[in-house]
């Protein structure tokens, strides 16, 4: 028998109870062993609840009971979730895991000790929820020299622009619905400003390069500032807008990652990634494009991608299963030095101006919007493009990156 105990009975917590509960026939044979969940770790009581008896409020309980294999700390946040998996990892319990705050801050570290211990650390919850994304990279993907990941790693924010792209909502509104349905947090500044897609970015792009690439270097920009007009302009362009998570190799072994809006031509696979869906699609030298898409939040599917790490834990104990991941930094390459496409909406008064400083654009036009219009510019450095763009002054209205 495997024993299990569960960190945090919030949504996710209670997820994975019930996924290895009610799938217990399925999730104990594909372990080899019976899977047993035998403590709930959380502050509060539940009276009432059909498990309130494997309840515990301390995690020395958990520690010292040597019939627990594995441990899913799904509590989130990096101070005792942080201490817990240590603790756990250092007495030889596996951990698997949904926290991707910690994954992204500490993961290089306790894989490390994960493996001094012969023991894991797994986190496939982490990033994409139920989609199948760091394993596939892991297993799948291993004889692959990755050369970008591309991904919309946020529910909620995808959710609001589809929203906005759909019924020609403002952001405010939008937003408003999104936290009525519970997509959205009240304070919802993680997911609009783009920090939880940026973390989900810095563990793929660690898992990319080998190397960590620590999230709070990535440049990363949100949507709070997209208008229901850059959607019009963006239709008459033919494109979407989605937040993107950028990570892409280079020559010299460092990486470009950057979050941020960016219009994406509405043919592309990613455009298609509606509502609360998360699509990453990764990109390897030998294999070209391979596209993941699914349910990148929400109890279930979260807490089956960490039920499966569960199985896996139990089919390797007293054994690492390799997951390359390094301390040393990958290095990140300075964003300004990057080229690409913008596009800029720029008041018609001052269309001469702005054509001239964007030589070799396309300008357009969106219908409603008649008092602006929008240049396609060429491709160029963000440096040489921030220069051109604050030349202009209050002409311009607005600007999203292309995606390339
Ligand atoms: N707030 C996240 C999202 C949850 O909207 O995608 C999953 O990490």
């Known amino acids: 028998m495997i024993n299990v105990a569960v960190l945090g009975y919030g949504t996710v917590g209670s997820g994975v109870v019930e996924v290895l509960e009610e799938n217990n026939a399925q999730v104990s044979s594909r372990a080899g062993e019976r899977i047993c969940v035998k403590y709930i770790l959380d502050l509060r009581d539940f009276p009432g609840d059909p498990y309130e008896a494997k309840i515990v409020h301390d995690f020395n309980v958990i520690l010292q009971d040597e019939e627990i294999d594995i441990i899913c700390e799904v509590m989130g946040g990096t101070g005792a979730a942080y201490q817990f998996t240590k603790q756990s990892l250092e007495s030889g319990r596996s951990v698997c895991t949904s926290n991707k705050e910690l994954v992204a801050k500490h993961g290089a570290e306790l894989l490390e000790l994960a493996a001094r211990h012969s023991c894991n650390y797994m986190f496939e919850a982490s990033v994409g929820g139920g989609i199948p994304v760091i394993r596939p990279m892991n297993n799948a ?49 993680a997911d609009v400003e783009g920090y939880d897609a940026c973390r989900k970015l810095a563990i793929l792009s660690s898992l990319m390069t080998g190397k960590n690439v620590d999230s709070e270097k990535i440049y990363t920009e949100g949507i709070s500032g997209i208008t229901s007009a850059d959607f019009s302009f963006a239709r008459a362009a033919g494109m979407s807008i989605k937040l993107l998570a950028l990570g892409q190799s280079r020559e010299d072994g460092s990486v470009t990652a950057i979050v941020a809006p960016f219009l994406v031509p509405e043919e592309h696979p990613l455009a298609m990634v509606k509502d609360v869906f998360n699509g990453i699609l990764i990109t390897g030298n030998m294999l070209g494009d391979a596209m993941f898409y699914g349910r990148g939040a929400g109890k279930l599917p979260t807490a089956s991608a960490v039920a499966a790490d569960v199985v896996d834990c139990a089919r390797h104990k007293g054994k690492t299963v390799s997951c390359v991941w390094s301390r040393e930094e990958a290095g990140l390459a300075d964003i300004s030095e990057t080229e690409r496409a913008f596009f800029v909406r720029v008041k018609e008064c001052a269309r001469r101006e702005a054509e001239a400083v964007f030589q070799g654009g396309r300008s357009f036009s969106a219908a409603g919007c008649g008092s602006e219009f929008g240049i396609l510019t060429p491709v160029m450095k963000e440096s040489q493009f921030r220069e051109k763009y604050d030349f202009l002054g209050d002409s311009v209205l607005g600007r999203i990156r292309l995606l390339g």
């Open 141 to 189: 993907l291993t004889a692959e020299k990755i050369l970008a990941v591309t991904g919309i790693l946020n529910g909620t924010t995808n959710y609001i622009l589809t929203k906005m792209d759909r019924e020609g909502a403002e952001y405010d509104d939008a937003l408003k619905h999104a936290q009525e349905l519970g997509y959205a947090e009240r304070n919802p500044e």
